[in-house]
């Protein structure tokens, strides 16, 4: 995403450049993530104008580039999952996501300051734009860069043990950028891992984005991040963490017990909720009849 980006806006100036992708466009994060974007959430630190400039030109750009990655503005609410666990053991398997309840606790954001894109399919058009205006996407692993003799100036980069000439080097490997660190004597970056689900939740799926919190039988406290998105695709992700990171960007693989556990809040059931509309301030709790009738008339009768 960065690094199609970049390229956008420098071939947009009429610079030549050429981006060296190892796997894939969005072959990483840039695929699995969320595609939440929001104005201000970054206020008071030094990455206030970025985030506000980058939330005018995700806007500004459905009309510059060819392409649908789903671009739309959100409402964004924080809250609690308040599963009743015995509710939930009497609960046939198929309604189980109704022993979960959700308390909306607050309003983080409204559809002028919080939207989505879908980040795979923005990333690729993008880059497509990118190649339009003439930048070059080449196939091939950067294994290091390269100096002039006193060090002063970047000569390029090393692509299968050959010198690729460029008068300037835009490192855009995501966490793999801790390679580069190494190759230009920068400070170290890392990445955190997050597994992520998808539910194919239809159109309908009101614009609202839920960050929510729940804890877990162990009484951890996880939060987890609930991403309607304009394709009809609803994301789910939670809990972060370290872990060791593939050299290989295609072997980075989710790890079952992380999605079983992802799974096990009602990830499902979040999705399900959204499809049928959040209110803002409003005690979302399942068992409410009127709330959940249009879903599952015979079983929500409250008489
Ligand atoms: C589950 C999840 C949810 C997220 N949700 C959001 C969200 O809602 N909103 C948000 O703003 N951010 C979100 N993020 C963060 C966001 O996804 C990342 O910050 C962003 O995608 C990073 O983009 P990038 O271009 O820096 O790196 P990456 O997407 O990691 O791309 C790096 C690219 O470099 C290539 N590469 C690596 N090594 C080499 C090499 N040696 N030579 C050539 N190419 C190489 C890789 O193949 C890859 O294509 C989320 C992340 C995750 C994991």
Redesign the pocket.
């Known amino acids: 995403?960065?690094?199609?980006?970049t390229a956008y806006f420098l071939a947009r100036r009429g610079i030549d450049v050429i981006v060296?992708?190892?796997?894939?466009?969005?072959?990483?994060?840039?695929?699995?993530?969320?595609?939440?974007?929001a104005l201000d959430w970054c206020a008071g630190t030094p990455l206030d104008e970025l985030a506000r400039r980058s939330f005018q030109l995700h806007a500004a750009l459905p009309d510059e580039i060819a392409g649908d990655w789903g671009y739309q503005r959100m409402t964004a609410y924080s809250g609690f999952v308040v599963g009743d666990r015995d509710a939930r053991r009497h609960t046939p398997a198929q309604l189980a996501w109704l022993a979960s309840g959700i308390i909306i606790a607050d309003r983080l954001g409204t559809p002028e300051t919080t939207a989505?894109v879908h980040?795979r399919k923005f990333?690729s058009a993008i880059m497509s734009a990118a190649q339009k205006h003439g930048a070059e996407l080449r196939a091939?692993?950067?294994?290091g860069i390269v100096w002039s003799a006193d060090r002063s100036m970047v000569r390029g980069v090393e692509?299968g043990g050959a010198l690729l000439e460029a008068d300037a080097v835009v490192v855009?490997?995501?966490?793999?950028?801790l390679?580069?660190a190494a190759w230009l004597d920068l400070p170290a970056v890392f990445?955190?891992?997050?597994?992520?689900l998808v539910y194919d939740t239809g159109t309908d799926v009101p614009a609202d984005a839920l960050f929510l919190e729940y804890q877990e039988e162990s009484g951890a406290i996880v939060s987890v991040?609930v991403?309607p998105r304009g394709d009809g695709s609803t994301?789910i992700?939670a809990f972060?963490n370290e872990a060791p990171l593939p050299l290989e960007?295609?072997a980075v693989t989710p790890d079952p017990s992380e999605i079983d556990r992802l799974e096990a809040i009602s990830g499902e059931a979040l999705a399900e909720l959204i499809a049928e509309g959040v209110s803002p301030t409003m005690d979302l709790t399942p068992f409410d009849p009127g709330r959940l009738r249009p879903l599952h008339p015979p079983l929500l009768r409250s008489d």
Do not use: D
């Open positions: 995403m960065i690094g199609a980006c060296i992708e190892r796997t894939e466009v969005a072959a990483a994060a840039s695929s699995k993530a969320g595609g939440f974007l989505i980040p990333t091939g692993q950067v294994t692509v855009a490997m995501g966490p793999w950028s390679m580069a990445g955190q891992r997050s597994p992520s991040e991403f994301h992700t972060s960007p295609a």
